[in-house]
């Protein structure tokens, strides 16, 4: 069953945008009277009802215009047209800055983030007792971060997303072309970075243990991660062409539909290890497969991963961890950073060496140790 469209456009004596308000389940009407945006509720909860009250709206919109007194100016148009103005909610903002989102070609990923960041913020009016858009001040934005961190519990970091997605939305309902805030309360809103410490890397012995204790399944894609690098999605994504055995390398390369990070193509050199887990897998469209044989989904690796570590007593991290993990492992290893870098796609040096893991004292102290010793020989 195909899903009915979020907005539609209706010539009739004017032009009329019609738009559906997901949160209260009814379409409303946008159209210029008299100079003026109006936005009209239509009362209608499927599209055929609200084109036939868009089409009664016409007709008391020109009944209004061609009864409108000439000589009496004082009494309002609006008594005659009997049509009720709602005023614009923040669910008004955020339906429509979505579907400007979609039409301006954004990916279903960055949709989704938005719609959570957008869906978070109302959660936020709502405990503040607000619906309407006009009442949204700078005092109340500066209250969201302590909002989403203390009280739902969220990451600084989504946190902090969330703010950007928010000041966007401001931005775009305060166009005059809009006119759906007054302002955009959003323009002195300051939301610095959260300063966050560096997540914890897998360790040699963590990445072993899960090779050999984690449900069989998953074991040749938390070796193929660990080894060579790679993010979840370009795992998932991993054809058997892109798949050279021969000149022992994985092509990460651009696809028609889905782009790896960065949107550029790069190569990976076979480890051992993946190596051996690539000869022992089933040949088809893609690498990796689910348990059940289908596409690979990365939030069930994940639940899995994690339902295991709890299992194996070792500590919780996540997939990404397993390139941190290889970062490092390969820099220890003596590879140069600048290889490093382009193994793992990063796009700067800088954003390669944040995934390092912090060095361990008995380390340190060993490095010490062989850098005195070759200096004593030299």
Partial sequence: ????????????????????????????????DDGERERVSLGARTRPEAEDAVRQLDAKVATAVSSAPIIEPTVPKVEEAAVSVRKVLWADIETGFLQHKKLTGRTKR??????????????????????????ITLPLLEGYFSYRTEVEDADPISAYTDQIVLKGAMKWA???????????????????????????????????????GVREWLRPILTTLAWTGLRIGELVNLRWKDVDLEQR???????????????????????????????????????????????????YCLHCLKYDQRRLKLAKNDLHGFRRFFATTMMKAGVSAETVRQWGGWKTLDTMLRYLADIDVKDSVKAMDQAAKRLEAS
């Fill in 110 to 135: 960055t949709l989704t983030r938005a719609g959570s960041s957008l869906a978070a913020f109302g959660r936020y009016l709502e405990s503040k007792g607000i619906k309407e858009a006009a009442a």
């Fill in 1 to 32: 069953m195909s899903k009915a469209p979020q907005s539609f456009v209706m010539l009739l004596q004017r032009r009329y945008r019609v738009y559906f308000n997901a949160q209260g389940g009814t379409w409303y009407a946008a159209y210029v």
């Fill in 174 to 212: 305060a166009r005059p072309s809009r006119a759906l805030l007054p302002a955009n309360p959003a323009l002195d809103w300051e939301t610095p970075k959260p300063l966050k410490p560096k997540k914890r890397t897998y360790t040699l012995a963590e990445v072993e243990a899960l090779e050999a």
């Fill in 249 to 299: 390398v994985i092509h990460i390369r651009i696809q028609e539909g889905w782009n790896p990070k960065g949107k550029r193509d790069r190569t990976v050199p076979l480890h051992p290890k993946v190596e051996a887990v690539l000869k022992k897998q089933r040949v088809g469209e893609y690498v990796f497969s689910g348990p059940k044989g289908g596409r690979m989904k990365p939030d």
